[in-house]
């Protein structure tokens, strides 16, 4: 059939004829569903009848592929650790660890961008705005490119500043920190693709498109596995292997995120359409961008300097040490990544219910949307603990075939064992304060967490070592939860 003439084929078939009333069920359901409501603006976003209150299995759908995309991060350093572990240079897990907190710090620091990107869209979805909704991913990728460009045009103040304050009391050797330095000098020039990337991940998060968020995000591991394999394992070239094959995998991961955001775009009305240079530089909208993101990356930035703090004082305890801590930490991530799909099915329901112009429905949505997340969240919870009660030994096997490394990482195993149930709080509560956009309150108590960190972290390890500076770690991850606990009821009144 010509593209020109779409109904051709149609030019014989008469109209069908109802009686007056006897309109079938299906097409006035359709027209009403298709009508224009009161006070929408065209092109605003349809949203599904059977997704206005949130059910546990909704929340599933959302979390399940979220949770797959949420835990390739840490794989990557899972990974990491196991082809390393596998070459002729294990100790060079030591030198990806120092390497990558830099990048851990820098990249989360700019994590606000993603987290901004999704409460911001959420409610525009909710409020049936496309054109804010489009807005809001402009401006996270305006930003996300300009940051990220700004950390390759500042690479050496960056790499002179942070290889210093890594090495203030370390026992890591100078082989260590010279693996270190060429993994970053190598990584570094993937920071445009990589911080960018962060606002296609949260754009798809808000549009309830979990799925091509996992897509992306198992894409891009799926590519470095294979070049850790092949640049590590085959052919030696320990860090700097790690670091060209996650150089790679960003900019594919990038440019994946964003032919799946243009698929979206392209059933709501058009990749081109809904597009406004006014609405992209609306002052308002501008200010109230500016305060979220402010307020999340002071939060995140507080965040990813607790883990820099936490590899920095692990160094203290020497080489085998660092890279069992390391190993450890990747398992940490792992299961709080895996949470975090929860977490994110709640940034989506929350911040869609919150943009609800209907307010008596919104509150029925907001309430609904907390319930069906954190259920399941509470239950995977407690599914990870049991597996590590049960297997951490063979997983940490899984990860190095180095007697020492796999020996040291054993005895602080109980840590990672514990660690789901302290988790479970912070992440769920951080995807609903997200979908709230109540990133003050979240910078708050990020705040008051880390003074309790820093001072613990010092008293505790000075008297138990290695143990002690895991019990101050885990211990700031329950003090996150309950602070953003007792915000709780800001949110709640918001839809109010």
Do not use: K
């Not at 409020?127 to 490119?145: F, H, N, P």
């Not at 968020?213 to 394999?229: H, P, R, V």
């Amino acid at each position: 059939m010509s593209a020109a003439a779409p109904n051709a084929g149609f030019a014989n078939v008469r109209p069908a004829r109802f009686p007056a009333g006897a309109l079938p069920r299906a097409a006035a359901s359709a027209i009403r569903r298709h009508a224009p409501r009161p006070g929408r603006r065209p092109g605003t976003i349809s949203l599904p009848s059977d997704a206005v209150i949130p059910t546990v299995g909704q929340a599933l759908r959302l979390a399940a592929p979220a949770s797959l995309a949420a835990m390739a991060t840490p794989l990557l350093g899972l990974v990491d650790v196991w082809a390393l572990g596998q070459s002729a240079r294990p100790l060079d897990i030591a030198a990806v660890g120092f390497g990558a907190v830099i990048f851990s710090l820098a990249y989360w620091t700019f994590g606000f961008i993603r987290m901004g990107v999704a409460g911001l869209a959420a409610q525009a979805a909710g409020a049936e705005d496309e054109a804010e909704a489009r807005a809001v991913l402009g401006r996270g990728l305006i930003l996300g490119a300009g940051a990220g460009l700004a950390l390759v045009l500042l690479q050496w103040p960056i790499e002179r500043g942070a290889f210093a304050a890594l090495g203030v009391g370390s026992e890591a050797s100078p082989a260590t920190f010279d693996g270190a330095a060429a993994y970053f000098r190598i990584r570094i020039w993937g920071a445009p693709f990589a911080v960018a990337t962060y606002a296609f991940y949260g754009w798809l998060t808000a549009r309830g498109r979990t799925d091509y968020l996992m897509a992306a995000s198992c894409s891009m591991t799926g590519i470095n596995i294979l070049l850790d394999y092949w640049l590590v394992v085959d052919l030696e070239r320990g860090a700097s292997g790690v670091a060209l094959g996650t150089l790679i995998a960003e900019i594919a991961g990038f440019a994946v995120a964003g032919a799946l955001a243009a698929r979206v775009m392209a059933a709501s009305g058009g990749l081109f359409a809904h597009w406004s240079r006014a609405r992209l530089l609306d002052a308002a909208a501008l200010r109230r961008t500016a305060a979220v993101n402010r307020d999340i990356f002071i939060r995140t930035l507080l965040l990813t300097l607790t883990f820099a703090w936490f590899t920095q004082r692990g160094g203290a305890f020497g080489d085998v040490t660092l890279a069992a801590n390391q190993a450890l930490l990747q398992l940490f991530l792992f299961t709080g990544l895996a949470l975090d799909g929860t977490a994110i099915a709640a940034e989506t329901m929350v911040g869609q219910a919150l943009g609800d112009r209907d307010r008596d429905r919104g509150r029925r949505r907001l309430d609904g949307a907390l319930r069906a997340t954190s259920l399941p969240a509470g239950a995977l919870a407690l599914i990870f603990a049991l597996g590590y009660a049960a297997f951490g030994t063979e997983i940490v096997a899984l990860l190095t075939d180095d007697g020492p490394i796999r020996a040291t990482a054993t005895r602080y195993l109980p840590w990672v064992a514990v660690s789901p149930l302290v988790l479970v709080g912070a992440f769920q509560l951080d995807g609903i304060f997200i979908g709230a956009t109540r990133a003050r309150e979240m910078r708050n108590g990020m705040i008051v967490s880390t003074a309790f960190l820093v001072p613990a972290a010092i008293v505790l390890a000075d008297a138990y070592g290695n143990h002690g500076l895991w019990a101050a770690f885990t211990f700031y991850f329950a003090l996150r939860g309950l602070t953003l606990a007792a915000f709780l009821p800001r949110v709640r009144a918001m839809a109010s």
